[in-house]
Each structure stands twice: as C-alpha cells, then as structure tokens.
C-alpha cells in the first residue's frame, strides 16, 4: 500500500508540473487572442472613418457643384435683357440663397476669398442691371471666378482622396505590425505548446511505467506472500488431523483441533483469494465452453446449495478464456450469491449464459440481501467491505477477482442490485474466433 501511495504521489507531482507549465502557453495564447481583437477593432474603427469622410468629401463636392453651376445660371439669367422686376427679384432670392448654402462649405485653402470675390463681383453684377451698364465684363469675371472656385473644390477633392489613401495606408501597415506580432507570438506559442506537449507526453509515459513497475512488483511481492504463507499451513494443518481424528485424544484436544482445523481452512482461502487476485492479471490463455464448465463448478458447490432453488441456462459457445479462469470467474460468483443469501427466505439463484453479437453473456442473479447504491459502486474494489458485508465472514476479495480476471481476457462485469432484493452481475466474455 505504501508503494503505491509513493507511485501515486509521483504521478499527481508530475501533473501537477505538467498543469503549472500550461499557464504560460495559456497566458500567450490569451495575448494573441487580444491583439486580434485589438486589430480588429481598429480596422472597424479606420472603416468607419473612411466612410464617414469619404460620405462627407462626396456630399461637399457634389453640393458645391450644384450650387455654383446654380449661381452661374443666375448669373446668365441676370444678365439677360428686357428682364422684368419681378424676375429679377426672384433671381436675386435664388442667388442669396445659394450664397447662404455655400458659405458653410468655403472651407478649402483660398476658396473663402474666392468665395468673397465671388459675392461682391455678384453685387456688382446686380448694380449694374439696376443701371443698365455693360455687363460683358462682369459676366467674365463672374465666370473665371466660378472656375477658379471649380478648381479649388477640384484640388480640395484630390488632397482628401490623397488623405484617405494616407489613412488605409496607415490602416494595412498597423495591420501588418499586428498581424506579424501576432503570427510571431503564435509560432512562438506553437513551439511552447510542443515543448509542454512533449514534457506531458514523457511524463505520462514514465508514469505509467512507474504504474507498470510498482504492479508488477505488488503482484510478485503477492504471489511470494501467498506461496510463503501456504507452506507454514500445511504442517499445522496435518498436526490439527491428527489431533481430531486421534482416538486417544481428549475432547479438550480434539475440540481445540476443530478450531485450528476451521482457522486453517479460513487463513488458506485468504491466502489463496490473494494468490488469485495477483494471478488475475495474467490470466492463462486458451478456450472453454460454457456448457462444460458450468455444470462442472455447480456440481463442485452442490453441498453449499442444498436447500436452494438453482435455475440454470447454458449455450454452447465457446469463450476466450481458459477453463481455469472461467471456473474462477463462476465459482467466486456463486459463492458471493450463497455467502449473501437472505437470513429470511432460501435462496433463488439463477445461473445462465446468453449469446450475443460478439460477446457472451455469463449472467448470476440472486434474491439475497444485496446491497445499497454505494456499497454496488464499490463492489468490484479489492478488500472493499459493505455495511450489508460487515456481519458475514470475507475479505472484499470475490468480486475484485471475477472483475480483475475478467478484464484482463477482454471482458467486462456489470452489477445491479437493491437491499433486500438481491443482485444481478453480468459478465461480458469474449467469445471465441472458432465460433
């Protein structure tokens, strides 16, 4: 017990190591998640300045435009000839009032004084229709100032287009500087990772060689023990014989010899339940058939179920796993059915096995005293002792070696079982490749 206490010390040492070297990894990993965020947050917030200012470069040209083509044919209209007083006023309002449209876009450099130049050469326009001077001059100087106007908005245009390329530019070059810190500390997380995969991987290896070594060395140290503690036995069991069945005895002796002849016996099957359950794991190969074993083990267990009502089932296949083993298997079922039977009815035990797709079914059931849902999660560990099992004599060996034996030959046990109602076990064999 001790040695695997150490090995398992080791091993949860060892993961726990191998736990603490992820937080790096982790923490790196939760960077590159952040600068991807980051990343995208900034593109979203460049798209959506570009858009705005692109929205708003468009809007300011194409109103601009508008409004001085508008001045422009208020301006022609206004110099046209025979023009009534009430036309004129109303070019007048159309042209003040495009004035007042515009003025807030003469932002541009130099368009503001030419936007000024623009409205005095207007007003002297409108004078001189007032005084039917010559227009001609007015009217080409109103025309180059609208152009110069047109050329200023033209090259305010060109310097925002320029703006935005500046921006985008600045967008995909901060991009790139994330994008490539981001796929660096990646590849450098990428390596870290493989790095503690690999330390985990030779950490699980060389713990469960550990596992391996100190099983290994707690089922010889179990064979050693049951062979050693066998040999003492057998003498003392012979002088027990002796004493009881000599005739010169005194009733004193020979009742003192029935009791060490019933310790013997009760110290044998533990020594022998410890030998099995260190054997369980190498199992002997071969073949058996159900039909042949089953008869054979209820028969050698006939005595103990004298006063019992036993219904029994067999198919014919034939399992993977030697006669030895399967008569292991049954016998400690059995017994383990007998061993919990009920103090108030006698015992319905119901034998039987079921073939299947790949498997055969080796099924125990019984109406005995059975257990609680704990103590049946813990059936099957080796010296476990329910408290349905505390008053009956054992040492929470059977099931352990039905369910050690029959995993190690590819099988698996399954129990169900309520107090006071019995238990059922399963076990799945694997049938044999000849079937």
């Not at 040209?61 to 422009?72: E, F, G, K, T």
């Not at 309520?418 to 799945?428: E, F, L, Y």
Request: overall charge neutral; glycine content about 6%; aromatic content about 4%.
């Amino acid at each position: 017990m001790k040695t695997r206490t150490k090995a398992r010390t080791e091993g949860a040492t060892a993961m726990t190591r191998a736990l603490m070297a992820r937080w790096p990894v982790l923490g790196a990993l939760g960077l590159v998640a952040l600068f991807i965020v980051v990343m995208l947050g900034a593109d979203v917030l460049v798209a959506r300045r570009v858009a705005f200012r692109t929205a708003q470069i468009v809007d300011n040209a194409q109103r601009s435009i508008l409004l001085v083509d508008d001045v422009r044919n208020q301006a022609q209209r206004l110099s046209a000839p025979a023009l009534s007083p009430a036309e004129v006023s109303t070019i007048r309002e159309t042209i003040a009032m495009d004035a007042r449209a515009y003025d807030p876009l003469a932002t541009s450099s130099g368009e503001r004084e030419e936007w000024n130049r623009l409205q005095a050469t207007l007003a002297r326009l409108q004078v001189s229709v007032e005084a039917k001077l010559p227009l001609g001059a007015v009217t080409r100087e109103i025309e180059r100032s609208i152009e110069r106007l047109v050329s200023i908005n033209r090259e305010a245009a060109y310097a925002e287009q320029d703006a935005i390329r500046g921006i985008h530019r600045q967008a995909i070059l901060a991009d790139l500087l994330v994008g490539s810190f981001a796929i660096g500390l990646a590849a450098l997380v990428a390596v870290a990772l493989f790095r503690v995969l690999g330390r985990q991987r030779l950490l699980v290896a060389q713990y469960l060689q550990l596992v391996g070594e100190k099983n290994q060395e707690l089922d010889a140290f179990a064979g050693r023990a049951a062979h050693d503690l066998l040999s003492p036995l057998n003498p003392i069991r012979g002088y027990a014989d002796l004493m009881f069945l000599g005739h010169e005895s005194p009733e004193q002796v020979r009742e003192m010899a029935a009791r060490i002849r019933i310790a013997v016996e009760r110290m044998s099957r533990v020594v022998h339940d410890m030998l099995e359950l260190s054997r369980a794991g190498r199992p002997t190969p071969g073949e058996s058939r159900l039909s042949e074993v089953g008869p054979r083990v209820l028969e050698e267990l006939g005595p103990s179920l004298r006063d019992a009502e036993v219904t029994v089932g067999w198919t014919d296949e034939v399992v993977a796993c030697s006669a030895g083993v399967l008569e292991q298997i049954l016998r400690n079922l059995v017994e383990n059915a007998i061993k919990f039977r009920s103090r108030e009815r006698p015992l319905r035990l119901t034998v039987k096995s079921e073939s299947q797709e790949t498997t055969c079914a080796l099924v125990v059931e019984d109406n005995g005293v059975g257990m609680n849902a704990d103590s049946a999660q813990h059936a099957f560990e080796a010296y476990y002792r329910g408290q349905t099992e505390q008053e009956v004599p054992g040492h929470g060996l059977g099931l352990a070696i039905v369910e050690r034996a029959t995993r190690a030959v590819g099988g698996t046990c399954t129990l169900t079982s309520h107090p006071d109602a019995g238990t059922r076990i399963v076990v799945q064999l694997p049938r044999s490749h000849d079937n």
